[in-house]
């Protein structure tokens, strides 16, 4: 069957091209997914933006009503990264209720991925580094409220740390946070995870698979997961912008089918969402973020 990708097209807030961040990633990723014949409509869902009530789930109050006033203030919105105005705050509940859809396809499919998230560095009081919500912490503790989850698992392979996600979720024992990302990448102050493994600079495709090939059996031993979280930023990839790695294509390839093939091979259900990424070249930043997408579809 069709993988299941949840998109919508105000992901895109219309940044201006020489943003420091590629927003119009979003449209060319769908247009990269519709070339490889996977945005057909059976496949596509749409979320609704999200109540500010799984918000809240998540983080504080003052902060969720800010950024649903856009009246975030000024500091926090220099910690972003950019001002949070109407089609921002519109975004990042569309980008968050996005996940937690994904989420639910994913526990009824076996599989969905996100054509956004992965805001992992929004914490609970703020949020800071592109992210203004954080998607997977919200989904997780959206799933665990609803009781549709015990055992959340989030794979957090984004080049920079998981510190958000870690803050949020470190009193939520139901929730086990495993990231492994560039030592010497943003953030500098590190938010300890349940499981944090840091690699040196140019760390490259053999070095990075053996790493993760060893984790992998280790996680999903330890508990019997119900759904895994996949944030599978390409930012690991040598042409990134940011990022301090130097996986190649085939290395973002064999990276996203070892995580998937791992845990579709145990019944376990997984949401992809597409973390960060960045580059000039937008198109090509997109193909990156395409891999994904071809790699979850092999197991749909
Ligand atoms: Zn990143």
Redesign the pocket.
């Given at each position: 069957m069709a993988l299941q990708i949840v998109h919508h097209p105000d992901y895109d807030a219309g940044f201006a091209v020489n943003h420091r961040f590629p927003m119009s990633k979003y449209p060319l990723l769908m247009a990269a997914l519709r070339a490889r014949g996977l945005a057909v409509p059976e496949a596509l869902s749409m979320p609704e933006p999200a109540p500010a009530a799984w918000l809240k789930l998540a983080h504080a109050g003052d902060y969720v009503d800010q950024v649903l006033a856009c009246e975030v203030p000024a500091r926090i919105e220099r910690e972003i990264g950019f001002p949070v105005g109407q089609r921002v705050s519109l975004r990042a509940q569309l980008a968050t209720a996005g996940t937690v859809l994904a989420a639910r396809l994913a526990l009824k499919h076996g599989i969905a991925c996100n054509a956004a998230g992965g805001s992992h560095h929004a914490r609970r009081a703020q949020g800071a580094g592109f992210c203004t919500f954080n998607d997977v912490a919200v989904a997780s503790l959206a799933l665990l409220a609803e009781h549709a989850v015990g055992n959340i698992l989030i794979v957090d392979l984004?080049?920079?740390q998981g510190d958000g996600t870690a803050d949020i979720l470190k009193d939520e024992p139901r929730a086990f946070t495993f990231s492994m990302h560039g030592e010497r990448n943003y953030p500098a102050r590190k938010i300890a995870s349940d499981l944090d493994v840091a690699l040196p600079d140019g760390t490259g495709d053999a070095a990075y698979l053996d790493r993760l090939g060893a984790i992998l059996p280790e996680l999903s031993a330890s508990r019997r997961w119900d759904i895994a979280f996949y944030n599978a930023?390409v930012?690991v990839h040598a042409e990134d912008r940011l990022g301090r790695l130097s996986l190649t294509d085939n290395g973002l390839r064999a990276r996203d089918k070892a995580v998937i093939g791992h845990f579709r091979a145990r019944g376990i259900p997984l949401c992809g969402v597409i973390?960060?990424g960045y580059s000039t070249d937008v198109p090509a930043l997109a193909q990156r973020h395409a891999i994904l997408f071809e790699v979850a579809a092999g197991f749909a």
């Amino acid at each position: 069957m069709a993988l299941q990708i949840v998109h919508h097209p105000d992901y895109d807030a219309g940044f201006a091209v020489n943003h420091r961040f590629p927003m119009s990633k979003y449209p060319l990723l769908m247009a990269a997914l519709r070339a490889r014949g996977l945005a057909v409509p059976e496949a596509l869902s749409m979320p609704e933006p999200a109540p500010a009530a799984w918000l809240k789930l998540a983080h504080a109050g003052d902060y969720v009503d800010q950024v649903l006033a856009c009246e975030v203030p000024a500091r926090i919105e220099r910690e972003i990264g950019f001002p949070v105005g109407q089609r921002v705050s519109l975004r990042a509940q569309l980008a968050t209720a996005g996940t937690v859809l994904a989420a639910r396809l994913a526990l009824k499919h076996g599989i969905a991925c996100n054509a956004a998230g992965g805001s992992h560095h929004a914490r609970r009081a703020q949020g800071a580094g592109f992210c203004t919500f954080n998607d997977v912490a919200v989904a997780s503790l959206a799933l665990l409220a609803e009781h549709a989850v015990g055992n959340i698992l989030i794979v957090d392979l984004d080049v920079h740390q998981g510190d958000g996600t870690a803050d949020i979720l470190k009193d939520e024992p139901r929730a086990f946070t495993f990231s492994m990302h560039g030592e010497r990448n943003y953030p500098a102050r590190k938010i300890a995870s349940d499981l944090d493994v840091a690699l040196p600079d140019g760390t490259g495709d053999a070095a990075y698979l053996d790493r993760l090939g060893a984790i992998l059996p280790e996680l999903s031993a330890s508990r019997r997961w119900d759904i895994a979280f996949y944030n599978a930023g390409v930012d690991v990839h040598a042409e990134d912008r940011l990022g301090r790695l130097s996986l190649t294509d085939n290395g973002l390839r064999a990276r996203d089918k070892a995580v998937i093939g791992h845990f579709r091979a145990r019944g376990i259900p997984l949401c992809g969402v597409i973390g960060g990424g960045y580059s000039t070249d937008v198109p090509a930043l997109a193909q990156r973020h395409a891999i994904l997408f071809e790699v979850a579809a092999g197991f749909a």
